[in-house]
């Protein structure tokens, strides 16, 4: 069957939200490069976080239309907490999801951000789980093991060091314009 990567996709490790990343993305898309025709290999290796606007299949696309009706549920979400207007953030929707809003609402409990970040990538997962329905052996199967990769990867890459490096960064740079207003300044 053409299109079809039995071994392939057979042979990589099962994916977890909840547990650490059992295979690095550069080491799936080597795997992939040996596999997939050089076009789709490079759609492959063009997916991120971000929805795009033009979709290399039909998983894809409904995969942003989802993804991007949860970030405008989350814009509108801290846009209200805000006493704001969301409309300045918001991207247009192709589809409905009844759920989504209720769903974003209850992973926004006020917690903690960890928790809550952790309940949005849990519902991203759920949504990458039902699109897998009917897509077991071919190049769509491929994108949502590369998406959900994608997702373990965004977890990997937190760590206590960096955020307080970061975190340090943005009080250092903001030390100057704070010492500039305490002296009575507007701010530059």
């Not at 799936?28 to 979709?55: M, V």
Request: proline share 5%.
């Amino acid at each position: 069957m053409a299109g079809a990567f039995y071994y392939l996709l057979s042979s990589l490790p099962y994916l977890d939200l909840h547990r650490p990343m059992p295979i690095a993305r550069a080491d799936f898309l080597a795997r992939c490069q040996e596999q997939l025709a050089h076009a789709d290999y490079a759609q492959l290796t063009e997916l991120g976080r971000i929805p795009r606007e033009t979709a290399c299949c039909e998983t894809e696309a409904r995969w942003n239309a989802w993804e991007t009706a949860l970030r405008n549920c989350f814009v509108r979400l801290r846009a209200a907490r805000r006493n704001d207007l969301p409309d300045a953030w918001l991207h247009p929707e192709s589809e409905t999801f009844a759920e989504l809003e209720r769903q974003v609402f209850e992973a926004f409990d006020g917690t903690n951000p960890r928790e809550e970040r952790l309940a949005l990538d849990q519902l991203r997962w759920q949504r990458l789980c039902e699109l897998e329905l009917g897509h077991t052996f071919d190049f769509e199967a491929l994108v949502i093991y590369h998406l959900k990769l994608i997702l373990l990867e965004k977890w990997a890459n937190l760590n206590v060091e960096r955020g307080l490096a970061a975190l340090d960064e943005i009080v250092q740079a903001r030390i100057p314009q704070l010492a500039f207003v305490e002296h009575g300044h507007a701010k530059p």
